[in-house]
């Protein structure tokens, strides 16, 4: 049921003998107006989201609506036009799949910071299908309930809006994402990114959480920025080498888990603090120029850790568990470099400028 400040109205006698103060409180209770709760019933059991017989009350959604599925009626909800919603709630373990016969977009979002996103409560499997391209109209949370998944596999714009994905399911863009908004995987949330996604431009942040990149342009052009505590994989099964070369920013330890081998591409890397970069499996592979500062780097994990572009560091270079390669010809660090463990392997190129004079530690 919508209200009227959902159809953009105001009453007169809110407004009748108030002045402009009841005028300026009217426009803010207009902008926060609580998202309308349309509830999938399935009534007319043709799985038809377009059918006002199929939702409670008897409305086809619309952008101020937050729209909620729970085990009644589980199953394939078609679009049979284009289609609007504030949010998506998913409350059963019942699985959804969002589909449509021909190409339609669905456009979420309407600026809710509580529900303009998709939700799920339980452990349920929610799809949408390569022919439903999804429209960020403001920005989104994905927020997912343990052993919940979402699959995205049609194109998602975001139109310069900001996604976030947190929570302990996990979540997919196998389609196309793109525009200029930013993603932000945060309080411990899952995302994998596996499309062409040459036409995202925004930043990539992986503040808390596990980030999957599984495609060459999965991180689009944008500033990639890796926060302390935090996790990113290759699922894809084959190695992936990032053609768009991104920037990155690297603010504490972080780990690679290594299901497949990884290449970040050449784009500069900036330190910001002491790293610890942990490589539990396969190659990390830093192609670009890494700017350190005074920060330390330490290679742990049994895996192997490749950095091949130049490193300017006045700190200290750590080997404590498995390989680091260090394939840059002219770096220019002149800290302490050591090496400690039975299995820690440190391999450097002929050539490595002054890294050549720089004081060396402990070789097993």
């Known amino acids: 049921m919508k209200t009227p400040f959902s159809q953009g109205f105001v009453s007169q006698a809110v407004l009748r003998g108030t002045g402009r103060l009841a005028i300026v409180v009217a426009a803010l209770a207009f902008a926060t107006a609580p998202a309308q709760a349309q509830v999938w019933t399935n009534g007319s059991t043709d799985f038809n989201w377009n059918n006002g017989a199929n939702w409670s009350p008897a409305l086809v959604p619309g952008i101020a609506d937050l729209v909620q599925f729970n085990a009644t009626g589980a199953g394939t909800v078609t679009l049979g036009a284009?289609?609007?919603?504030?949010?998506?709630?998913?409350?059963?373990?019942?699985?959804?799949?969002?589909?449509?016969?021909?190409?339609?977009n669905l456009t979420l979002g309407n600026g809710n910071p509580t529900t303009s996103g998709i939700y799920t409560t339980a452990a349920s499997a929610i799809a949408l299908t390569a022919n439903i391209s999804l429209i960020m109209n403001s920005f989104l949370t994905w927020d997912l309930a343990t052993g919940s998944t979402l699959a995205v596999n049609g194109t998602v714009t975001n139109n310069g809006n900001l996604?976030?994905?947190?929570?302990?399911?996990?979540?997919?863009?196998?389609?196309?994402?793109a525009g200029a908004g930013g993603v932000t995987i945060t309080n411990?949330?899952?995302?994998?990114?596996?499309?062409?996604?040459?036409a995202y431009t925004g930043q990539t942040t992986l503040n808390n959480g596990t980030l999957n990149i599984n495609g060459a342009q999965a991180l689009g052009t944008g500033l990639?920025?890796?926060?302390?505590?935090?996790t990113f994989n290759n699922t894809f099964g084959n190695a992936v080498v990032l053609s768009t070369n991104n920037a990155q920013t690297w603010n504490g330890n972080f780990t690679f888990t290594g299901g497949s081998a990884l290449d970040l591409g050449t784009g500069t890397v900036t330190v910001n603090a002491t790293t610890q970069i942990t490589v539990i499996a396969s190659t990390l592979t830093v192609g670009g120029a890494i700017n350190a500062g005074f920060s330390n780097l330490t290679k742990t994990g049994p895996g192997t850790l490749a950095l091949n572009g130049i490193i300017d560091t006045t700190g200290q270079l750590n080997v404590s568990g498995g390989t680091l390669i260090v394939g840059g010809v002219a770096?220019?660090?002149t800290g302490n470099i050591t090496?400690?463990?039975?299995?820690?392997?440190?391999?450097m190129?002929?050539?490595?400028?002054?890294?050549?004079?720089a004081p060396l530690g402990i070789f097993p």
């Open 349 to 357: 190129a002929t050539s490595n400028g002054n890294a050549t004079s």
């Open 331 to 333: 770096n220019t660090f």
């Open 339 to 347: 090496v400690d463990g039975a299995t820690s392997v440190l391999q």
């Open 224 to 230: 990639f920025q890796i926060d302390a505590g935090t």
């Open 188 to 198: 411990g949330g899952n995302l994998t990114l596996a499309g062409a996604n040459a």
């Open 82 to 104: 284009d289609s609007l919603a504030d949010g998506l709630s998913f409350t059963s373990a019942s699985g959804y799949t969002i589909d449509a016969a021909v190409a339609r």
């Open 163 to 177: 996604l976030t994905v947190q929570g302990s399911g996990a979540a997919t863009i196998n389609g196309v994402f």
